[in-house]
């Protein structure tokens, strides 16, 4: 059984259809992706699956119980935790104190007896920002405060992890680091679903990938197949990888080397409008 389950959802905004009988999966121990074009309603199935947007159909598994109508906070408690596309840290607060907060509503009056300094500075570490520790969140780098927000989010000690853009803001080495801490959380047992548009990254470390187009998953599967998959190419291109083929052969300008049909690499413009 998967960990997290997402059942013909449905999300209508008055006669906008933003998510159209979606489902998909992600599983304990595994990295997926969830991909897909400018307004797909990828931000919008996150919302439904941390219970932020009640779905006009269908319904959210997590963990073996359904939880469509379960409020935010039951659902943490649970084990589900989230990063935003919007950097959401405390601002005038120190990076340490982030996540010392983020500790002590998960421990509740448990946090005032034990303090959770050890753990927070072991979590600041594990994440590679131990160095801005002391720093204000709203002084550090856009790459950091994404780690700073994970942080937080691993302060709860989540089964499931619902990671939004987490990559946004870092540079090439950071993001290389990044996929291997994704690894490694993933290797714990922990499930990662993520929203990412740097298709690199989204290949390199994902187990299995679904897409989204226009609110519907129109594919499936291990990256491969999905850098392949002719319904992907037109979602992101706008054309497919056989009507390139034609387009070659018609004028005989086909080049074996032509790598046309893969994925971009970097796809900023294609950058999820919030729902």
Known sequence: MSLLEIDDVVVQFGGVTAVDGASFAAGAGRITGLIGPNGAGKTTCFNVISGLQRPTKGAVRFDGRTVTSMPVHRRSKRGMGRTFQRLEAFGSLSVRDNVRVAFDIHRGVTGLVRPAAANVDALLERVGIAAYARERADAIPTGTARLLELARCLAGDPKMLLLDEPSSGLDEAETDAFGELL???????????????????????????????????????????IRSDRRVQEAYLGYSEDAADDAEASTGDADPADTRHDLPPVAAELSEVPR
């Open 183 to 225: 690894a490694g959380l993933a290797a714990e047992g922990r499930g990662i679903l993520m929203v990412e548009h740097d298709m690199d990254l989204v290949m390199t470390v994902c187990d299995e990938i679904h897409v989204l187009d226009f609110g519907r998953v129109i594919a499936s599967g291990a990256p491969a197949d």
